[in-house]
T-cell receptor
Framework: DTAVSQTPKYLVTQMGNDKSIKCEQN?????MYWYKQDSKKFLKIMFS???????INETVPNRFSPKSPDKAHLNLHINSLELGDSAVYFC?????????????FGPGTRLTVT | AQKITQTQPGMFVQEKEAVTLDCTYD???????LFWYKQPSSGEMIFLIY??????QNATEGRYSLNFQKARKSANLVISASQLGDSAMYFC?????????????FGPGTSLSVIP
């Protein structure tokens, strides 16, 4: 059973296109996140949702729009894709019942914009 | 300013030896959490160990232990008896605040290579 899943795993698209990445967790966690990992492996938070409410919204272009239809899902829609959006995008979730609220990550979506 | 510093971009260790990966952090919060994650070449991020700012004892999880020195603001990861499968990127991270949804900041990572 996959705890945090993301689709698609790979996404290759052209500049200017709009694309979505889906994330689902079956852990019963109440908080979900989107991270971006760049080519130098630097991992940066983009958004977090707690019980479907947006909590963290980092300095991210408004071409990026998250959507949480329920606690188990957090999708990321990206408009007008640019070359600089090429990265690996990770979804994660955490549980308030865990001692450290440690985050569990999905497998990542490698986005390549050409 | 960098909140999480990992000064060792790359490390090598002989199989079966112990290795320490350094991490220093910067925060003015009294309540915070420190984490280590492993990212193998396959790309997934794996949670290894957690230390809370109020925890008096160093955290341990199997072959992983966290050497927490609060006054020095360091949270080094010690891996005992290294295995070939330990070769990976290791990220130190910090959550500032006590809420589960507080932001977690990651360090730049250390690449560990285990030599047979």
């Amino acid at each position: 059973d996959t705890a945090v899943s993301q689709t698609p795993k790979y996404l290759v698209t052209q500049m200017g296109n709009d694309k979505s990445i889906k994330c689902e967790q079956n852990l019963g966690h109440d908080t979900m996140y989107w991270y971006k990992q760049d080519s130098k492996k630097f991992l940066k938070i983009m958004f977090s949702y707690n019980n479907k409410e947006l909590i963290i919204n980092e300095t991210v272009p408004n071409r990026f729009s998250p959507k949480s239809p329920d606690k188990a899902h957090l999708n990321l829609h990206i408009n007008s894709l640019e070359l600089g959006d090429s990265a690996v995008y990770f979804c994660a979730s955490s549980d308030i019942r865990a001692s450290g609220y440690e985050q569990y990550f999905g497998p990542g979506t490698r986005l390549t914009v050409t | 300013a960098q909140k999480i510093t990992q000064t060792q971009p790359g490390m090598f260790v002989q199989e079966k030896e112990a290795v320490t990966l350094d991490c220093t952090y910067d925060t003015s919060d009294q309540s915070y959490g420190l984490f280590w994650y492993k990212q193998p070449s396959s790309g997934e991020m794996i949670f290894l160990i957690y230390q809370g700012s109020y925890d008096e004892q160093n955290a341990t999880e199997g072959r992983y232990s966290l050497n927490f020195q609060k006054a020095r603001k360091s949270a080094n990861l010690v891996i005992s008896a290294s295995q070939l499968g330990d070769s990976a990127m290791y990220f130190c991270a910090m959550r500032e605040g006590a809420a589960s949804y507080d932001k977690v900041i990651f360090g730049p990572g250390t690449s560990l290579s285990v030599i047979p």
